[in-house]
């Protein structure tokens, strides 16, 4: 027996057969459409699946990545070992009075469209945002003027050992696109937020208006991983891009965007290194030219393919 075939009949019995992948292309799963193979490409259905499968991993000192639902990441060509996490079969949303409450798979836009449905205001700013619940707790994501730690009051997370403890927002540390989630090696399981009642029509109108804006002025056309780079402080890192002349360029088949400055599309069969070099000549032009450094937003993960 492989050691292959030992770790994938081991994970079958946790959850099933059809959870369970073997070498799954994750550019399969990336908004880049970006990424190698994973050894084990694993989609759980309860808390107990996670917790097994996170002891499972500790016991055989197996490498254990969480993927989200791979919106702001990038995952290099040669992929990654071990599991690869993916909760997107969590995905419940349920409320309580002005509560909700939602599972970590569920996407941040769905949740944005429960609020509204339910007269619930303060989650308007999620209604463009890709990312799962458990993706907008990592990088406390945000849009137009709000982000998840003005509305989050406590998540439900499993920590290294595949104990499940509830945390309060505090306790996350969120602050601009960061939080202490990846730090501490939590995998978030739920988020309860805690939102106002608001009218139906004034609550949709404005999601209306913040959707317009985002399909006339952000690249949807072609896969991207969103905005790839944080807010300088006393700048916006797309007019930073803009100024230096780099709209358009690209590397193999990856290319700043025309449309808006501050996103690179994979916009003709790009490689993930391709698409990671190009961040890198963004960042050496924009602080050659402005002395501004541009930190990225977007999470690298994975490793190079070798030739």
Do not use: W
Not at 44 to 69: C, D, H, R, S, W
Not at 181 to 210: C, S, W
Not at 237 to 252: C, E, H
Request: net charge negative; hydrophobic share 35%.
């Amino acid at each position: 027996m492989t050691e292959n075939h030992h770790m994938y009949e081991k994970l079958i019995k946790l959850t099933s057969e059809r959870n369970v992948m073997v070498n799954e292309l994750l550019r399969n799963h990336t908004y880049t459409r970006l990424g190698g193979k994973a050894d084990f490409y694993v989609v759980p259905e309860t808390y107990e699946q996670v917790q097994e499968i996170i002891k499972l991993a500790n016991q055989e000192a197996i490498a254990f990545t969480m993927l989200g639902n791979g919106s702001n990441l990038i995952v290099k060509d040669g992929g990654i070992r071990g599991i690869v996490l993916n909760l997107q079969k969590l995905s419940d949303i349920s409320t309580d009075g002005n509560r909700l409450i939602a599972q970590s798979g569920a996407r941040i836009i769905d949740v944005s469209r429960e609020a509204l449905s339910q007269g619930l205001t303060g989650l308007e700013f999620a209604c463009g945002i890709p990312g799962s619940v458990g993706g907008a707790l990592f990088m406390n994501a945000g849009a137009y003027g709000g982000e998840i730690k003005d509305v989050l009051t406590s998540a439900v997370v499993a920590n290294r050992e595949g104990e499940i403890l509830t945390l309060t927002a505090e306790q996350l540390d969120l602050d601009y696109r960061t939080s202490n989630i990846p730090d501490n090696g939590y995998i978030v399981l739920e988020a309860t937020f805690t939102l106002r009642q608001g009218e139906h029509e004034a609550i949709k109108e404005i999601m209306d208006d913040l959707t317009n804006r985002r399909e006339t002025k952000q690249p949807l056309e072609y896969p991207s991983c969103g905005s790839v780079f944080k807010r300088p402080p006393g700048y916006f890192a797309g007019k930073l891009i803009q100024d230096s002349d780099l709209q358009g360029k690209q590397i193999g088949g990856a290319q700043v965007s025309l449309k808006h400055a501050g996103f690179i599309v994979n916009k003709d069969n790009a490689t993930a290194k391709e698409y990671i070099d190009l961040i890198h000549f963004v960042q050496s032009t924009v602080k050659q030219k402005f002395d501004v450094k541009l930190e990225r937003e977007v999470k690298i993960i994975g490793e190079d393919l070798v030739k």
